[in-house]
């Protein structure tokens, strides 16, 4: 088993990554945690797969498990969810020496979190991401949150969990296309942290997709050890964090233009990061062509939309009202090579038009 630190000072905790860790967390946690009222909440296909082992294995370690399993989907992420969340936690009578589990993807996360940041002001809470995405990324560093019609994620605080626990099987039953939506998450770690981690995926693509467990443990785990060190250095994002967003500022406008519902995260997030390179290009930042080709050549070799039919004068639109505009400016995140970004407020409507005009594939 590998262990990650998050240092953290009073909120530190471990990241675990192993296979076959779900039927073992009973045993796991109770080294951590003494036996308590546990509310598992899960969504109803992660339920049916993994919900009876995972009971068994925390019930035989005297922890007394009640699960509730929401129906999947981003649209449940609501303050009206959170707060049949709360009854349940009534119900059960959690209190603060309670335990809350997430067990699910980005989704099952955020919300989970979200509710035990607030029950009681605060309960702990573990997270048990069964997704890549949410392995690599929402699993780690405390944002916890629900969706508002004004905006996702726009309700929500940091709440950081007592301990993530990845089980790589649990990629075995995700479907494909959400596996290469969540290696974009992966790829970005490389490009803006980390040459060796990109160069590693494009050489060992293959054994990635066919799902071999030493790859995934090294990428999983590289990704974790650099969202760590990121986190502990800016953990309620006031500077360095925003560079976990690289391809976020245009992929969210894209998600928000389509309604969240053509483009996986990961697909809208591969556009904007191709189309920040570009933007690190017509800015000087990088004369270095490869930056843009090599991520362009991985994104086409997982087959991911490149093109969005979208008119540029939305998406820039749209990207002002996003909550990541500070003072009225855009921020971007733009790579000056493989492995380096710089966070720039520089970035004006101008070249926007410009390289939104230009097709990705020329
Ligand atoms: N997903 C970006 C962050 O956690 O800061």
Request: include cysteine; proline fraction near 3%.
């Amino acid at each position: 088993m590998k262990t990650i630190r998050v240092n953290l000072s009073e909120n530190s905790y471990n990241i675990y990554i192993d296979k076959i860790l779900v039927g073992r967390i009973g045993e796991i946690l109770a080294t951590e945690k003494k036996p308590c009222k546990t509310l598992l909440i899960t969504d109803s296909n992660i339920d049916k797969v993994y919900g009876p082992i995972i009971t068994e294995s925390l019930s035989q370690h005297g922890f007394c498990v009640r699960i509730v399993a929401l129906k999947p989907g981003e649209d449940q992420k609501t303050l009206e969810t959170a707060s049949a969340l709360y009854d349940a936690c009534f119900d059960h009578k959690l209190d603060r020496s309670s335990l809350i589990i997430a067990l699910g993807g980005g989704v099952v996360g955020d919300i989970s979190g979200f509710v035990a940041a607030t029950f009681m002001r605060g309960i702990p809470f573990i997270q048990i991401p069964t997704t890549l995405l949410a392995q690599v990324d929402s699993s780690i560093g405390g944002k916890v949150a629900v969706n508002h019609p004004k905006g996702k994620n726009m309700i929500g605080s940091f709440y950081q969990p007592k301990a993530v626990f990845i089980d790589t099987d649990t990629l075995s039953t995700l479907p494909a296309t959400e596996l290469v939506a969540g290696l974009m998450e992966v790829i970005k770690y490389g490009v803006i942290r980390d040459a060796a981690l990109f160069e590693y995926i494009e050489n060992a693509l293959r054994d990635i997709l066919q799902l071999n467990h030493h790859a995934l443990l090294k990428i999983i785990a590289t990704s974790c050890q650099i969202k760590a060190r990121v986190v502990e250095e800016d953990e309620k994002e006031t500077h360095l964090r925003a560079i976990l967003n690289y391809g976020h500022t245009i992929g969210h406008a894209i998600e928000t233009l389509t309604d969240y519902k053509k483009y996986r995260h990961g697909e809208a997030v591969a556009m904007g990061m191709l189309y920040a390179s570009r933007i690190a290009q017509e800015m000087g930042l990088t004369n270095d062509n490869t930056v843009f080709e090599r991520q362009l050549s991985l994104v086409k070799r997982l087959g991911l939309p490149l093109y969005t039919g979208l008119k540029p004068g939305d998406i820039i639109k749209t990207l002002y009202s996003d909550k990541k505009v500070i003072s009225g400016k855009l921020r971007f995140i733009l790579p000056t090579k493989i492995g380096e970004v710089i966070i720039s407020d520089q970035v004006t409507e101008e070249i926007l038009y410009r390289v939104l005009n230009t097709p990705l594939l020329r």
